[in-house]
């Protein structure tokens, strides 16, 4: 049993203070009757509706996050802003980051409470792709597209799998400032992969950023914002391995 203002809270309807609001202004019933009180406990089985609306009790929750650069990828850190911090508590429930992103990396970073979902996305039998877009000190030599597909020795003990990299055409600004910039398509999480992979054909990142999981993208989700995911997008994670 949990108290009725955390369930609401916990079910996304609003922060604490807002559905402790909404109680109070009788907008909440449990099985059928008007509930006043927020510290009322209830069943995450029972039947809760708010202003007419079934609200269903998720046991899991899964964010798709738009990460911005100087967050860690933690739960927790003493030092800097986590990625974490970008939810308010009531939603926080045992999130975790499924992988994770240098504090230096923007873009697309998935959170669940669901601990089996996230060690399946993130076995090496299951990987789906990742896309990142990333911004270069120098041209990308056109060499390093046979030798990402085949696989490329960063260091560790074996070779990373194949990879698909895209060489942007290179851009001049008004300042002429000169902007090399690849896509790269990995379905590995090494430590640093895509700044290791660049690193092994002398290219320098100097932005990343994740912008494709599987058939996700962060379409018009700002910086520092979040969303749920549907159901449907959930099936098509398990399904899309690497
Ligand atoms: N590869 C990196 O080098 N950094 C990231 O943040 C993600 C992938």
Redesign the pocket.
């Known amino acids: 049993m949990i108290r009725l203002d955390k369930f609401l809270a916990e079910a996304g309807v609003g922060t604490r203070t807002e559905v402790k609001k909404l109680i109070k202004a009788k907008k909440v019933t449990v099985d059928g009757v008007t509930v006043t009180r927020p510290e009322q406990k209830v069943n995450t089985t029972d039947a809760v509706s708010v202003a007419g609306k079934e609200i269903v009790y998720e046991k899991y929750s899964y964010y798709l996050f738009h990460k911005p650069a100087g967050c860690v990828t933690a739960r927790q850190d003493s030092m800097h802003k986590t990625v974490l911090d970008y939810f308010p508590e009531e939603l926080q429930r045992n999130l975790s980051p499924v992988g994770?992103?240098?504090k230096d990396?923007e873009g697309l970073l998935l959170l669940t409470n669901d601990g089996a979902f996230n060690h399946y996305l993130m076995s090496p039998a299951n990987h789906v792709t990742k896309t990142?877009y990333a911004v270069l000190d120098q041209k990308v030599p056109e060499t390093a597209v046979n030798l990402f597909a085949e696989g490329v020795d960063i260091g560790d003990d074996k070779k990373t799998l194949p990879a698909e990299l895209h060489i942007l055409p290179t851009k001049s600004d008004e300042e002429k400032t000169t902007q090399y910039a690849a896509e790269l398509t990995i379905c590995e999480?090494r430590f640093?992969?895509?700044?290791?992979m660049f690193a092994a054909v002398g290219c320098k990142?100097v932005y990343?950023k994740?912008i494709r999981m599987g058939s996700l993208t962060l379409t018009d989700l700002k910086k520092g914002a979040y969303r749920k995911l549907s159901q449907e997008e959930i099936n098509r994670l398990k399904e899309e391995k690497g």
């Open positions: 994770r992103l240098d990396t990142y999480g640093h992969q895509v700044k290791r990142v990343l994740r």
